[in-house]
């Protein structure tokens, strides 16, 4: 008789029991408009007076969504020049930096509490999207090395041109996934290796249920009143591929842990956004099934939104640390 799969202990990194912001983030609290109009003058035609009588913007709209990105980027980030296709997902810069501190964080636990910074520490962005958010801004913190894949080529094309832009082609690469049912399969070369993953899948398992969330999403935000002006689709905007796919987000995390397990030896920590808390179990379970020694899930949050991240090594705590020995060596 053969026992079942011994169920790896989840070691969640010390979060408060209600999270927020990473200590080191650099957006506590609200917006400093002033400051941010002044790096990005266009963010002033997006201002609104709230009931509350201060100075905010429409966050259903995403013009407005674009503009403030533009000004953090610029003014936090050195970030000058951002841009994306109309359409594409234009992600939130809080939220976005928050994953990254905390897989920073995962990687100082294995060198002595010391975050590793510079090139020598490679990242795997899957499903980069036209926003590259995740490169440019881990190379800014941290001065990580980026590979950021997808299988949008125009997706691609407007991530590498915002690379371009800021003279950063030399520490992040961007790379088509041909094979649209693959995530790692026939992407890396044999001898590349990560330090990390990373990825924000699309959590939807339709278009009518992206269509539904982004509508919850309005409605949170107080502006799809009965009544009132049209309010956009899609406030963040997004793809298809980045907002859904069959199965949704459970079926695409199954789908990356099968596949972790055939670059194990390539990759240090694998990790991905899980939006969902439900979801929670059967990751757990799949990694279990797989083999993974090492799991971690942390916590985040940004304002009225909870969510976290799940990350997984096939290496012991030995073999961890030999490795981010070696990198700054």
């Given at each position: 008789m053969t026992s079942s799969p011994r169920r790896p202990r989840a070691k969640p990194i010390a979060a408060p029991a209600q999270p927020l912001l990473h200590p080191r983030n650099r957006h506590q609290g609200r917006y400093d408009l002033v400051r941010l109009v002044a790096a990005n003058p266009a963010l002033r035609a997006h201002l609104?007076?709230?009931?509350?009588?201060?100075?905010?913007?429409?966050?259903?709209?995403?013009?407005?969504?674009?503009?403030?990105?533009?000004?953090?980027?610029?003014?936090?980030?050195?970030?000058?020049?951002?841009?994306?296709?109309d359409g594409y997902l234009c992600p939130p810069v809080p939220g976005r930096v928050d994953y990254l501190h905390g897989l920073a964080d995962l990687l100082a636990a294995d060198n002595n509490g010391v975050i590793p910074r510079g090139p020598g520490v490679r990242v795997l962005d899957v499903g980069v999207g036209a926003n590259c958010i995740y490169p440019l801004l881990g190379q800014a913190e941290f001065g990580w090395r980026f590979l950021g894949s997808d299988i949008d080529a125009e997706a691609l094309q407007a991530a590498n041109a915002n690379v371009q832009?800021?003279?950063?082609?030399?520490?992040?690469?961007?790379?088509?996934?041909?094979?649209?049912?693959?995530?790692?399969?026939?992407?890396?070369?044999?001898?590349?290796?990560?330090?990390?993953?990373?990825?924000n899948p699309p959590f939807h398992a339709s278009a009518k249920e992206?269509?539904?969330?982004?509508?919850?999403?309005?409605?949170?935000?107080?502006?799809?009143?009965?009544?009132?002006?049209?309010?956009?689709?899609?406030?963040?905007?997004?793809?298809?591929?980045?907002?859904?796919?069959?199965?949704?987000?459970?079926?695409?995390?199954?789908?990356?842990?099968?596949?972790?397990?055939?670059?194990?030896?390539?990759?240090?920590?694998?990790?991905?956004?899980?939006?969902?808390?439900?979801?929670?179990?059967?990751?757990?379970?799949?990694?279990?099934?797989?083999?993974?020694?090492?799991?971690?899930?942390?916590?985040?949050?940004?304002?009225?939104?909870?969510?976290?991240?799940?990350a997984w090594s096939f290496h012991g705590e030995a073999a961890r640390k030999a490795w981010m020995q070696a990198t700054q060596a």
């Open positions: 609104i007076r709230t009931p509350a009588g201060t100075d905010s913007i429409d966050f259903s709209n995403p013009a407005a969504v674009r503009e403030l990105n533009r000004a953090l980027l610029a003014s936090d980030y050195g970030i000058q020049q951002w841009d994306i296709p832009a800021n003279g950063l082609g030399q520490i992040i690469e961007v790379r088509q996934q041909h094979a649209r049912g693959n995530l790692f399969a026939g992407l890396l070369q044999a001898e590349e290796r990560f330090h990390l993953t990373l990825c992206a269509a539904q969330g982004s509508q919850r999403k309005l409605r949170n935000l107080g502006t799809a009143q009965a009544g009132s002006r049209k309010a956009p689709a899609l406030n963040f905007g997004g793809q298809a591929n980045e907002l859904w796919c069959t199965g949704g987000e459970a079926s695409f995390l199954r789908r990356m842990i099968r596949e972790s397990v055939d670059i194990q030896h390539q990759v240090l920590w694998f990790s991905s956004l899980v939006a969902k808390s439900e979801h929670l179990p059967d990751i757990h379970k799949q990694l279990a099934k797989v083999g993974a020694g090492e799991v971690r899930e942390v916590a985040m949050a940004q304002g009225n939104k909870q969510s976290r991240f799940v």
